[in-house]
C-alpha cells in the first residue's frame, strides 16, 4: 500500500507561484510511476505531469514550460513547481501513484490517490 498526502494549495494571482508537495508513506519500494493530475469544476480529471522511476518526466501541453515535477532523493517527497500561473490553472490538484512500467495520463492506471490540494487563479 502507498500512501499520498498533497499540501502547498493557495490562491494566487495570475503569473504567480506555487509548490506543491505530495508526501509518500508505505511500500515504496515498487512504486514506478507518480503523477501529479487536477480536476477544475464540471470538468474531467487530467493528467499534468508525471515522473517515473528512471527519471523521465512528462508534461501537459498546457503546462509545459511552466510546471516543473521532482521528487527528493529519499523518493519520499514529490513536488510540483508551478510557475506563470493562469486562471485556467484553477482546479483541485491530486497526486497519484501506480506500481506500471510507464506512466499514463490516465486516471484509470492510478490506484493510489492523495485526497488533493486547491490552487486557485485570479485574473
Known amino acids: 500500500q502507498v500512501q499520498l498526502m498533497e499540501s502547498g494549495g493557495d490562491s494566487v494571482q495570475a503569473g504567480g507561484s506555487l509548490r506543491l508537495s505530495c508526501e509518500v508513506r508505505g511500500d515504496t519500494s515498487s512504486r514506478h510511476c507518480m503523477g501529479w493530475f487536477r480536476q477544475a469544476p464540471g470538468k474531467k480529471r487530467e493528467g499534468v505531469a508525471t515522473?517515473?522511476?528512471?527519471?523521465?518526466?512528462r508534461y501537459a501541453d498546457s503546462v509545459k514550460g511552466r510546471f516543473t515535477i521532482s521528487q527528493d532523493n529519499a523518493k519520499s517527497t514529490l513536488y510540483l513547481q508551478m510557475d506563470s500561473l493562469k486562471p485556467e490553472d484553477t482546479a483541485m490538484y491530486y497526486c497519484a501513484a501506480n506500481r506500471l512500467g510507464y506512466c499514463p495520463f490516465r486516471v484509470d492506471l492510478f490506484p493510489y490517490w492523495g485526497q488533493g490540494t486547491q490552487v486557485t487563479v485570479s485574473s
Open positions: 515522473f517515473d522511476m528512471s527519471g523521465s518526466t
